[in-house]
């Protein structure tokens, strides 16, 4: 294995599974600060998954496999989707490929899993959350396959390592085409991440809850698997952004080298983003996701106008 | 070898059909069926693996031919793995009256009718098998329902939508059969106009058997009325034939099509997969959702097919090869899961005595066979890894994808809009489908009868387990499967056979590594978990107790997206607040999301229909003066015609 490779893998592996809880620390930490206060340290969801790690738990009343295996299956599907998202443009074969459209199934099992779980413990809360994310996801799923279409025309592929290295450099960016992709998918973002515009993530308010909704049952270990498996969806949905819709390098080791510089650069345009925008009505959000996929479809038009 | 088989399974099934007519042996009838359908199944599996076509080809000539090719052969196989579990279902499904044993024997000829239409090989047979397919399930329904006014009503429409729409069949099929290009392709001139004739009719005609949107509305009218099994077969393989017939005319025999054409059906496709689902989501009656799931699957078969034919129009035959495969194997899958589901249906109507789903919940404690297959089924059809669902649908998305990138702007643009509208389809059906499973199986049961429901007969379990259990053998190794199907187009090789899906151009479809990292990080994270030692505690709603009655419905859980969709489907909703003294004693709710083409096509085609049908009326009198005076009158249109020279 070449040392390409191997750091490749490391850091693929590492920052998904370990450093990943960082990202919406940093978010918190830097969105405190824009806000005046003093805030959390950016370790705090560290020191939250400690303490839940050492909590019993009480399981609900009545409930079936679904309620008991769902945090594991959530769990294991981000374990798959950071196994399937490379950091850089070089092949790290971890058994589940390297398609992006195995990612959005992947991401659709871990929704339909943690929402199986609410209508399993039948908590009122719970549902009004996952009913919300499902509504939200139908049109956050579409613009999302549309974003990605742009990339996937631009490149000839839906393979991950040929669109990062098909994206990169400056030659794309004279088209029309990847900014207006760009644009759909960091609303993507937004929205797969659970933040605000489009959920609330501080919210301990269980009305207004949309992706905590479902985890409300949970305790101890579910719980700490849960809230990794959401600071991994952070991960994966923002190395995505970094490495094929905003400006990478053309080299492999400079696109590993750029990553962490990105990906804190993108935790602190979420906490300004956090800082400056309110919740927007849930009913609200599909428009703004509709804008998004126009646009993701005017990017595909706009490769076909160019003829690249 | 293969010939002999085809007769002894289809001489099994017949021979069934008679014994399950007498009441001492109908058990035996319907399994002696069962396993003629089995022998089809192994006949038509050796035809797909070896590509080896036996007994006669296609014939533009009238006289009666019979032969099975690899095409014929995967339809063959996709029945018998349906038909070999229903039948042995409804060996306890049914009773032993008259009636039921009827239902059983019809129901053996059912299958042997689609069996029939997959191996014609001439216009006559084909048109033959094609009316009984459509025949018999309406006799059984009227038979099963004992004629009452619901199913009356129901099979009129079927029948009178199929056979309006089925003229663009028996015309599609003539005109082939005319032209002598019945089984021949390169008769008949790219972009002539009776390529495009026949194509629109076959359309037309053959697009409403499938129940493509907006032609389906006999679609969600006539499965729920069927017995489960019929269902099933109905669901899962009778409208697959109807796409089995448009890949004969489109792919095989009319050769390269006008590229408006394949987009013309991409359009179809893509309205009917997101009409159908969306319409399935706001249904609180669980046979009448699934056969609105039909329309959605039939739609995602229908984009695989139609990515395959603009694909083929640019020349780019390798992946309209893989976009035909992309549209088979869903068609084998989505027969897997919709039987499956439609007999634990089956199933729970049988010990619940509903399928209202506000009235279930809690069944998979109740009903662990049937509910932990029912689980596997609505995992399947909402299109999750690892199991089928994902497995087409992924090949259709990159299929879809592949006419996104071609370099015609309208065209790429038809292909990003309709992979958008399978990206929605998708999350709809998981959507659909987490309301479907939260309100059949999980959660506190909310009527009391639910509470006290049995686990069904051994047969009706063995059914469906093994459905499911090609559930997830096929979202296994898709890839073995679609190896041979690729070769089914008439224009490509074959493709490398490996479980997975390893396509150029795509990051490919590892399913067995998926799967296995999958379940061991489940497992690894089960074990890292531990046991726990708390005692169990009722759901926490506030302090106030759990009351079944009180749980969320399937309107409520899926009021934010009719909200969103409002101005789009203007749902009905009526809410009547009874008050005495300034206190609330009664209210009252009433809502439905009303099918927009039901509303805005077939009534008002219904009520001029009828308006005209009242103005035609009065030339019947009723005395024989009058007709003389039509006749008189007709003799002299004749002669007059002849005298100007109309006749020629």
């Known amino acids: 294995m070449t040392a390409p490779a191997v750091a490749s893998i490391a850091v693929q592996v590492i920052g998904g599974l370990v450093l990943s809880p960082l990202l919406p620390g940093l978010i918190q930490h830097w969105k405190a600060r824009l806000q005046g206060r003093r805030g959390p340290s950016p370790m705090q969801p560290y020191r939250e998954l400690r303490r ?59 929704r339909f899993v943690a929402a199986a779980s609410a209508w399993d413990v039948a908590n009122g809360f719970s549902l009004m959350g996952a009913s919300r994310d499902l509504t939200i996801a139908v049109f956050a799923e579409a613009t999302l396959l549309l974003a990605l279409a742009v990339a996937a025309v631009l490149t000839g592929t839906t393979n991950l390592l040929g669109m990062i ?7 794309v960016w004279s088209s029309p085409a990847l900014p207006l992709g760009a644009l759909a998918f960091g609303l993507v973002v937004v929205a797969e991440t659970g933040r605000q515009p489009f959920d609330n993530p501080d919210t301990h308010l269980e009305l207004t809850m949309m992706h905590e909704g479902p985890l409300l049952e949970y305790a101890g270990r579910d719980l700490a698997y849960l809230q990794w498996a959401a600071a991994a969806r952070h991960w994966v949905v923002m190395v995505l952004a970094a490495q094929i819709f905003l400006p990478h390098p053309r080299g492999v080791w400079a696109q590993l080298a750029m990553l962490p510089f990105v990906l804190t650069l993108m935790c602190g345009a979420l906490a300004l983003v956090e800082t400056l925008l309110a919740k927007m009505r849930v009913l609200l959000a599909p428009r703004l996701l509709g804008v998004a996929a126009s646009a993701a479809l005017l990017g595909v038009i706009a490769r076909g106008v160019g003829g690249s | 070898m293969s010939a002999a ?25 319907l399994a002696l069926q069962a396993v003629g359908a089995t022998v089809l199944m192994v006949a038509g599996v050796a035809t797909v693996a070896t590509g080896h076509a036996v007994g006669a080809a296609f014939t533009s000539q009238l006289t009666p031919r019979l032969g099975v090719d690899r095409l014929s052969g995967l339809f063959l196989a996709t029945l018998g793995l349906v038909a070999a579990p229903a039948l042995a279902y409804s060996s306890r499904y049914l009773d032993d009256s008259f009636r039921g044993r009827l239902v059983g024997a019809l129901t053996g000829a059912f299958v042997l009718a689609m ?14 098998g094609w009316e009984l397919m459509s025949l018999l399930p309406a006799v059984i329904i009227l038979l099963y329902r004992n004629a009452d006014a619901e199913s009356r009503r129901s099979v009129f429409i079927y029948l009178a939508i199929t056979h309006l729409g089925g003229v663009g069949t028996w015309v599609a099929v003539l005109l082939l059969a005319h032209a002598g290009a019945f089984g021949a392709a390169g008769v008949i001139h790219y972009g002539s106009g009776l390529q495009i004739g026949v194509a629109v009719a076959a359309l037309i005609g053959m697009g409403t058997k499938a129940g493509v949107v907006p032609l389906h509305a006999w679609l969600p ?27 004969r005319v489109f792919v095989d025999w009319l050769g390269v099509l006008p590229t408006w054409f394949g987009v013309l059906v991409l359009a179809v496709g893509a309205v009917s997969c997101v009409g159908g689902v969306t319409y399935a989501l706001f249904q609180h009656e669980l046979k009448r959702l699934l056969a609105l799931h039909s329309i959605e699957n039939i739609g995602i078969i229908v984009l695989g097919l139609g990515a395959c034919l603009v694909l083929r129009a640019h020349g780019e035959d390798v992946w309209a090869a893989l976009a035909l495969a992309a549209a088979l194997l869903h068609t084998v899958n989505h027969a897997v899961f919709k039987a499956l589901l439609f007999l634990c249906a089956g199933s729970i109507e049988r010990s619940v005595g509903s399928l209202e789903l506000n009235q279930l919940g809690g069944l998979l404690r109740r009903m662990p066979w049937t509910g932990a297959a029912f689980f596997v089924g609505a995992m399947a059809i909402a299109g999750l890894p690892p199991l089928n669902g994902f497995a087409s649908e992924w090949l259709t998305l990159q299929a879809l994808l592949h006419v996104a990138m071609s370099g015609h702007v309208g065209d790429g643009a038809a292909g990003a809009v309709a992979l958008a509208a399978l990206g929605a389809t998708a999350a709809l059906a998981v959507f659909c489908f987490v309301k479907v499973v939260g309100l059949v199986l ?47 187009a008439p224009w490509s090789g074959d493709a490398t056979v490996r479980a997975g899906l390893y396509v150029p151009s795509t990051g490919s479809l590892p399913t067995v590594g998926i799967a296995v990292v999958l379940v061991a990080a489940t497992g690894l994270l089960t074990l890292l978990r531990g046991r726990r030692t708390a005692p169990a505690a009722p759901t926490w709603v506030c302090g106030q107790p759990v009351v079944p009655q009180l749980q969320w419905s399937s309107a409520g859980f899926t009021k934010p997206l009719r909200l969103v969709l409002e ?16 206190v609330v004693t009664e209210v009252a709710y009433e809502g439905e999301v009303p099918n927009l083409i039901d509303e805005r096509i077939y009534r008002p085609v219904a009520r001029w229909s009828l308006a005209g049908a009242a103005y035609a009326r009065r030339l019947q009198s009723g005395s024989l003066g009058t007709y003389v005076g039509y006749l008189v009158c007709l003799v002299l249109v004749v002669l007059i015609a002849d005298r100007i020279g109309w006749l020629g």
């Open chain 2, 567 to 582: 101005v789009v489907l203007r749902p009905r909703r009526e809410i009547d607040v009874h008050t005495r003294g300034g």
């Open chain 2, 5 to 29: 088989l085809y007769w002894l399974g289809g001489g099994a099934i017949a021979a069934g059909v008679v014994v399950a007519l007498f009441r001492a042996q109908w058990r035996r009838g």
């Open chain 1, 165 to 171: 290295a098909g994206t990169a450099g400056g030659g």
């Open chain 2, 221 to 247: 009218r006539a499965h729920p009325m069927a017995p489960a099994p019929v269902s099933a077969l109905m669901s899962g393989v009778m409208i697959k034939l109807a796409v089995y017939a448009m890949i």
């Open chain 2, 442 to 488: 999980l959660g506190p049961p909310r009527r009391a009868h639910v509470r006290d429901a049995l686990e069904v007969a051994a047969p009706m379990r063995a059914a469906v387990t093994v459905l499911a259990g090609a559930c997830i053998v096929l979202g296994l190794v898709p890839g073995l499967l679609v190896s041979r199907l690729v070769a089914i």
């Open chain 2, 115 to 128: 069996a029939g239409l997959a191996c014609a090989r001439d216009a006559i047979t084909f048109l033959g």
């Open chain 1, 52 to 110: 839940l790690w050492s909590k019993s738990t009480v399981d609900v009343a009545g409930t079936t496999f679904v309620y008991r295996f769902a945090p594991a299956v959530v769990g294991a599907c981000l374990v798959a989707a950071v196994g399937l998202v490379p950091v850089n443009a070089v092949r790290t074969n971890l058994g589940v490929g390297h398609d992006v459209i195995v990612l959005v199934g992947l991401l659709a099992l871990a």
